[in-house]
């Protein structure tokens, strides 16, 4: 089958819905960086809409305050590419959708924006489930190019939600 993505990413996401069918769970999406790619990615497999809810592109600091509830201050105190704001956008992202389980991701593609504390590469992504703490991950993917941080991002978070389904497994 042909597809927007590499093999791989849709194989993982064409699983990653199967596991939602089969718990009957939906998913919601919060995403900066990627600016979509993991809805996209899920929605290129047929029948994806009985397990995506609705994703969430917000790219600018607005954006993650308006639509996900994101405090400005918490972008301001700790960058919008930040562990606190991964969470509180994956948190905002479950509070305004009936999905179970969210995913967000904020980080620094490239190939400007990076800083030495924060370089291009580092990418925060956020899992919040119904009746789980909402857990962060950090990634370093280094100087490696745009298209393949966001590939990269959207990679690891699809690993994400599929360690959320099943409580107890680690995952991240």
């Known amino acids: 089958m042909?597809?927007?993505?590499?093999q791989d990413l849709y194989d993982a996401a064409r699983a990653l819905l199967?596991?939602?069918?089969?718990?009957s769970l939906l998913v919601v999406t919060a995403e900066s960086c990627t600016g979509g790619l993991v809805?996209?990615?899920?929605?290129e497999v047929p029948g994806s809409s009985g397990m995506v809810e609705r994703g969430f592109v917000t790219y600018s600091n607005t954006a993650k305050s308006d639509l996900l509830g994101v405090p400005l201050e918490t972008i301001e105190r700790h960058g919008a590419v930040s562990e606190e704001v991964a969470r509180a956008m994956a948190d905002?992202?479950?509070?305004?959708?009936p999905a179970h389980i969210a995913l967000s991701i904020t980080g620094i593609a490239g190939p400007d924006g990076?800083?030495?504390?924060?370089?291009?590469?580092l990418v925060y992504l956020g899992v919040a489930a119904r009746g789980a703490p909402t857990r962060v991950m950090?990634?370093?993917f280094g100087d490696i190019g745009r298209r393949e941080i966001r590939l990269s991002s959207v990679r690891?978070?699809?690993a994400l939600m599929a360690g959320a389904i099943t409580p107890g497994i680690p995952h991240g």
């Open 39 to 43: 809805s996209g990615l899920l929605t």
């Open 92 to 97: 905002g992202a479950l509070a305004r959708s």
């Open 2 to 6: 042909s597809t927007l993505f590499p």
């Open 138 to 140: 950090e990634c370093r």
């Open 156 to 158: 690891e978070g699809i």
């Open 114 to 121: 990076g800083t030495a504390a924060k370089p291009v590469g």
């Open 18 to 23: 199967s596991e939602l069918q089969r718990h």
